[in-house]
T-cell receptor
C-alpha cells in the first residue's frame, strides 16, 4: 500500500515562528498536495506539485510556501505563523495527473498557533 | 454557486437502514469522481471511484448522472461502523475539488 507520512501528528507553535511541515510518500508518485481542513469549511488546497522543484498555488496560498527538492518529499512552510493558521494540515499524493486514480492522505498534522 | 455541494447532514439512521447521499458539481467538464470516507479526527480514505456505468462494492453503490451533474452514494444494510463523514471528490483536468462532506450517524 502507498504510504504518506507526515512528520508530526500534533504541533504547537508560537505566533511569528517559522514552521515546517514535512510529508514523505513511498510510491514514486508525481503529484503531491497540501490541504488544510477546518470545521464547516472542508478541505482547502494550499499548494500542489506535479514534479520535483515544481509548485502551483492552490486556493489559499497566502502565508504559506512549499518546497519539493526530491520526488518523495513535499514540505509546507509557514513563514510567520499566525493564530488563523491553527488547523489540521493534510498531505496527499497520487499517481496520475487527471485524477484517474484516487488520492492517498497522510494522517494529518494538527497545528496550534498560540 | 459552490463547485461541489453536499448536504452536511447529519443523517441519523438505524442499523440496517438504507441511506443515500448526493453530491452536485458545477463543472460540466469534470472527468473523474470519487467518494471518500473520513472518520473523526482521521484522514480521508478512498471509499470508491464512481464510474459512468455505476459501480457497486458490497453494500455500497455509487452512481454518476452527468446530465444532472451529480453523483450519489447508496449504503444498504447500514452498520454502526459506517458512521463517518462521506466526502465527494470531483476532478477536473488537474486538481480535485472536495465537497465539505455529509455526516452519517448509524445508531442501534
Amino acid at each position: 500500500d502507498v504510504k504518506v507520512t507526515q512528520s508530526s501528528r500534533y504541533l504547537v507553535k508560537r505566533t511569528g515562528e517559522k514552521v515546517f511541515l514535512e510529508c514523505v510518500q513511498d510510491m514514486d508518485h508525481e503529484n503531491m498536495f497540501w490541504y488544510r481542513q477546518d470545521p464547516g469549511l472542508g478541505l482547502r488546497l494550499i499548494y500542489f506539485s506535479y514534479d520535483v522543484k515544481m509548485k502551483e498555488k492552490g486556493d489559499i496560498p497566502e502565508g504559506y510556501s512549499v518546497s519539493r527538492e526530491k520526488k518523495e518529499r513535499f514540505s509546507l512552510i509557514l513563514e510567520s505563523a499566525s493564530t488563523n493558521q491553527t488547523s489540521m494540515y493534510l498531505c496527499a499524493s497520487n499517481f496520475e495527473t487527471g485524477g484517474n486514480y484516487g488520492y492517498t492522505f497522510g494522517s494529518g498534522t494538527r497545528l496550534t498557533v498560540v | 454557486r459552490k463547485e461541489v455541494e453536499q448536504d452536511p447532514g447529519p443523517f441519523n439512521v438505524p442499523e440496517g437502514a438504507t441511506v443515500a447521499f448526493n453530491c452536485t458539481y458545477s463543472n460540466s467538464a469534470s472527468q473523474s469522481f470519487f467518494w471518500y470516507r473520513q472518520d473523526c479526527r482521521k484522514e480521508p480514505k478512498l471509499l470508491m471511484s464512481v464510474y459512468s456505468s455505476g459501480n457497486e462494492d458490497g453494500r455500497f453503490t455509487a452512481q454518476l448522472n452527468r446530465a444532472s451533474q451529480y453523483i450519489s452514494l447508496l449504503i444498504r444494510d447500514s452498520k454502526l461502523s459506517d458512521s463517518a463523514t462521506y466526502l465527494c471528490v470531483v476532478h477536473g483536468s488537474y486538481i480535485p475539488t472536495f465537497g465539505r462532506g455529509t455526516s452519517l450517524i448509524v445508531h442501534p
